[in-house]
């Protein structure tokens, strides 16, 4: 296992390298093929290198723990906009989520509808590629269209294009209050159309959630918004109006129980102890609920208004087939590494935009050694 | 500005390649008498115009295709052109190229509110596609000066920003997906009504990619429910850095405004002279902007006076009604027309680290003495993103050199302090030669090495963006 201190020293290993990597943050996000490669953890790459509140960006190496990030924005009032998932309670994993982890998983929660996604808040990346060179893409302020934008390239790319050393953001301010709105008993479709009510409102909804079967085993929708006092509650009175004809709703104010509510879609809680394989599924959010009943999952979970499906599905069985009509894509995030290695966890693209991937893979990895495979 | 020497070999089969697309286009279509050219001899960056080889006017996907098929065939360069407002010189032609305007391709295809998208061709203006959605309460929210004029197409060319990304980020954050054209020809799906790409996220590297890596025929856009309301304050104060640090604080007490407009004396005084806005005469003057239902809007003002108050300003004042909102925008809306009213102008658009204001402010006016140059400041204080604006005299012999040398500098300085040579406008010819001061060889590298996955025979736009010498092995191969 290879564990450089310094950028430079990260090229090094890289350059060097005789075979496959496997490359780690926390270890805590297994998703895709198995690697088999020598380890390369950049966990020792840590530390915040310039935080401005004044000016809401942030850079740390990407290493550094995520808890050690949102406890020094949290000290100054701010957060990361995107609300990234932590894996550890679906897939049974320990270890610290490192900030590198998330870009490069391109994590993000419910407060993807409104802030965007991780990839939308990084404001700049460095990384090593294949070869072990060095490389720069943005920077630290916000507003950047100077060359291309190799920022969003490397989120979500899993470490296949390079391994990222440190990473740029955009930060926010945290809200002084969130409620949540509460409707019980709606079937799926309904659900979906209340969420969208509230989505095409005024009235700034932070997070748009359905669980068919909530804590009582009956179905809970869910609606967040967040600000100042006075406002949440103003908002809260006016989506109460909007959506008055799904029945009746209940407001939710306590830090804890909102905070707990989120945390419980965001990380899919509902799931951990069920056996089954997980599919995270992404379309339109009105084709959902056909998405959900077209996978065959035995549970299903809905976020982002129903953009995106949460599926608990027999293990080992491919839901693309049943999902074909349907635009969108599916992806395995949870199951034993046969599946993985059987099941391509990443949506095969269509031939043109694989040949391009791949293209991009030979350029910045010509050698074949970044998690090779990992995502198909 | 150098460009590339153009292939003698094209020029020479001019005839042959007007006769091939017209083939494939409607007659007028394709636009290839000298005359008629020189309409697309130049864009916003008028300074530099060439016409081109021919124009040609596709009006669906399945034209654009054939368009780049040939071309392909032909080995001529092609440059993509939206609405030609780029003040970078992004669609530029050169003699030997095929200008490829999406002009005719102006359709909305599809307006979904439930799922909060709209489907729109290329060439639709970007005010357009509020147009088609404002009636019923909708918005797109990435809002250039230009948006009256300016293509969604060169929109995600040049992932264009305006004054309210603040909150609500610039085009990549607001694109789904689109429908493109590989200079072979080829269409490509990229995205669509999900919010997430499959595998690698080719999407967001398209976007501001200024044409290079393919042509944009369709894009499916996010749009949003229009605020209850909106407000604006001004606030004006004696030094540059007291409004910095105002800027500052504003952010710090975590209220987060739709805009952060920031003015320098210079700017204010001209736009003054020019459309009588009732701004005070004061060193620096700020509009900040907030959205929501009136009470709202009083909440989030009431909070920015306070602290306004606390550095001392010259003037606050917030308005009492519609009217009064339009007057505190008026100046800003009118500082560019207002600056052209006492010459021609350069308009820069670097970014800095907030933090760094009053230092480059300091320093920009220091280099204003010594090139013996006017230049006004114009800024989206929220982001950093700099618009100086630097007077010359386009007909004294001389005064453009200087200017480009003095932008050049200031552009150097925004990389110095942490900032980036372009904010909003793009590259293009203008900064292609400045990009060795913000990146390493071997990040330019990078950047090529994806153009050679798209293009591989570098025929999109190949004369912008990159400086020339590091491209001219791939573009001759």
Redesign the interface.
């Known amino acids: 296992m290879m564990n450089p201190r310094t950028e430079a020293e990260l090229a090094e290993a890289v350059a060097g390298a005789a075979g496959p990597l496997r490359i780690v943050g926390g270890g805590t996000r297994p998703v895709g093929r198995p690697q088999s490669g020598e380890v390369l953890s950049v966990a020792e790459l840590s530390g915040l290198e310039l935080y401005?509140?004044?000016?809401?960006?942030m850079v740390a190496r990407a290493g550094t723990p995520l808890d050690e990030i949102e406890a020094a924005l949290a000290a100054?009032?701010q957060r990361l906009p995107f609300e990234p998932m932590d894996h550890r309670t679906l897939l049974g994993t320990r270890g610290a989520p490192t900030i590198g982890g998330v870009v490069a998983a391109?994590v993000?929660g419910p407060r993807?509808?409104q802030a965007?996604?991780c990839?939308?808040s990084l404001i700049g990346v460095r990384f090593v590629?294949g070869r072990g060179?060095?490389?720069?893409?943005g920077?630290?302020?916000?507003?950047?269209?100077?060359?291309?934008?190799?920022?969003?390239?490397l989120?979500?790319?899993h470490g296949t294009?390079g391994v990222l050393s440190e990473v740029s953001f955009k930060v926010?301010?945290?809200?002084?209050m969130a409620a949540v709105l509460r409707i019980a008993g709606l079937p799926d479709g309904d659900a979906v159309?209340a969420l969208?009510l509230a989505?095409?409102?005024?009235f700034e909804v932070s997070g748009a959630a359905h669980m068919p079967e909530g804590s009582d085993g009956t179905p809970m929708t869910l609606i967040r918004i967040e600000?100042?006092e006075?406002?949440v509650s103003?908002r809260a009175a006016e989506l109460r109006t909007l959506l008055a004809a799904f029945g009746d709703i209940t407001v939710e104010t306590d830090p804890e129980h909102v905070g707990a509510c989120w945390r419980r879609i965001r990380d899919v809680e509902p799931f951990a102890e069920q056996a089954g394989d997980v599919w995270r599924i992404?379309?339109?959010?009105?084709?959902g609920p056909r998405a959900a009943a077209a996978s065959g999952a035995r549970r299903v979970l809905y976020d982002?208004g129903g953009?995106?499906v949460w599926a608990l599905v027999d293990a080992g069985r491919d839901i693309r087939p049943a999902l074909s009509e349907i635009?969108?894509?599916a992806?395995l995030v949870r199951a034993a590494e046969e599946t993985r290695a059987a099941i391509p966890a990443?949506?095969p693209?269509?031939a043109?935009?694989a040949a391009?991937?791949a293209?991009?893979r030979r350029?910045?990895d010509p050698r074949g050694i970044l998690n090779p495979g990992l995502?198909? | 500005m150098e460009m590339p020497v153009p292939s003698p070999s094209v020029l020479a089969k001019k005839a042959r390649i007007v006769q091939r697309l017209s083939a494939v286009l409607p007659a007028d279509a394709v636009i290839h008498d000298v005359t008629e050219t020189r309409a697309y001899e130049c864009d916003a960056l008028t300074a530099y115009k060439c016409p081109p080889l021919c124009a040609v006017l596709p009006g669906s996907t399945e034209e654009v295709a054939a368009v780049l098929k040939i071309c392909h065939e032909e080995h001529v360069p092609v440059v993509p052109r939206g609405s030609g407002t780029s003040l970078a010189g992004g669609a530029l032609p050169t003699a030997d190229s095929v200008i490829l305007g999406v002009a005719r391709l102006n359709e909305v295809l599809e307006v979904?509110?439930?799922?909060?998208?709209i489907r729109v061709q290329s060439g639709r203006t970007n005010l357009g596609v509020t147009g088609a959605v404002e009636e019923d309460?909708?918005f797109y929210a990435p809002d250039p000066s230009s948006q009256l004029a300016c293509a969604i197409a060169g929109n995600i060319a040049?992932?264009s920003?305006g004054a309210h990304?603040l909150k609500y980020?610039?085009t990549?954050?607001n694109l789904l997906g689109v429908t493109m054209v590989?200079m072979d020809g080829?269409v490509?799906?990229?995205g669509?009504?999900?919010?997430?790409?499959?595998?690698?996220?080719?999407?967001?590297?398209v976007?501001?990619?200024e044409g290079q890596l393919g042509v944009v025929t369709e894009a499916t856009l996010r749009i949003l429910?229009?605020?209850?309301g909106a407000r604006p304050v001004l606030i004006g104060y004696d030094s540059n850095e007291t409004a910095g640090q105002c800027?500052?604080?504003i952010?710090?007490?975590?209220?987060?405004p739709v805009a952060i407009e920031f003015m320098d004396r210079p700017c204010i005084r001209a736009t003054e002279a020019f459309a009588h806005a009732g701004y005070p005469d004061c060193e620096a003057l700020l509009i900040v902007e907030v959205e929501?239902?009136d009470?709202?809007i009083d909440?989030q003002l009431g909070v920015i006076a306070q602290i306004a108050r606390k550095h001392d300003p010259v003037e606050l004042r917030e308005a009492q009604d519609a009217d009064q909102a339009a007057r505190i925008w008026l100046g800003r809306k009118s500082a560019f027309g207002a600056m052209g009213q006492i010459n021609d102008y350069m308009c820069l658009d670097g970014?800095?680290?907030?933090?760094s204001l009053p230092h480059v402010l300091r320093r920009i006016g220091e280099m204003s003495k010594d090139y013996g140059l006017d230049v006004g400041n114009v800024f989206?204080a929220g982001?950093?993103?700099m618009h100086p604006l630097i007077l010359f005299d386009a007909n004294k012999p001389g005064d453009l050199e200087r200017c480009e040398a003095f932008g050049a500098d200031i552009l150097k300085l925004c990389v110095e302090v942490?900032?980036?040579?372009?904010?909003?406008?793009?590259?293009g010819i203008e900064?292609r030669d400045l990009?060795g001061a913000?990146?390493?060889a071997?990040?330019?590298e990078?950047?090529l090495?994806?153009?050679?996955?798209?293009d591989p025979e570098w025929l999109l736009n190949p004369a912008k963006?990159f400086p020339l010498a590091s491209t001219e092995g791939r573009r001759a191969a």
Not at chain 2, 112 to 117: A, H
Not at chain 2, 225 to 228: C, S, V
Not at chain 2, 251 to 256: D, E, R
Request: aromatic share 6%; proline share 7%.
């Open positions: 401005e509140p004044g000016a809401l960006t100054e009032g391109n993000s993807r509808i965007g996604a990839r939308d590629d060179v060095p490389i720069k893409s920077g630290r302020v916000m507003k950047n269209v100077t060359g291309y934008d190799l920022v969003k390239l989120a979500g790319s294009l926010l301010p945290r809200p002084d159309r969208s989505l095409t409102s005024p600000g100042f006075a406002s103003y992404s379309v339109k959010p009105s084709d982002w953009g995106l635009p969108g894509h992806t990443f949506q693209e269509p043109p935009l391009i991937s293209g991009l350029q910045f995502m198909g | 979904d509110y439930d799922n909060r998208l309460g909708f040049m992932n920003g990304c980020g610039v990549t954050n590989l080829t490509v799906e990229i669509g009504g999900h919010l997430d790409a499959p595998g690698l996220d080719l999407l967001g590297l976007c501001g990619s429910r229009k605020p209850e800027v500052s604080d952010i710090k007490a975590g209220v987060l929501g239902s009470a709202e909440a970014t800095i680290p907030v933090s989206h982001d950093g993103n942490g900032g980036c040579l372009t904010g909003e406008h793009g590259v900064k990009m913000q990146f390493t071997a990040d330019l990078a950047q090495r994806v153009k050679d996955v798209f963006v």
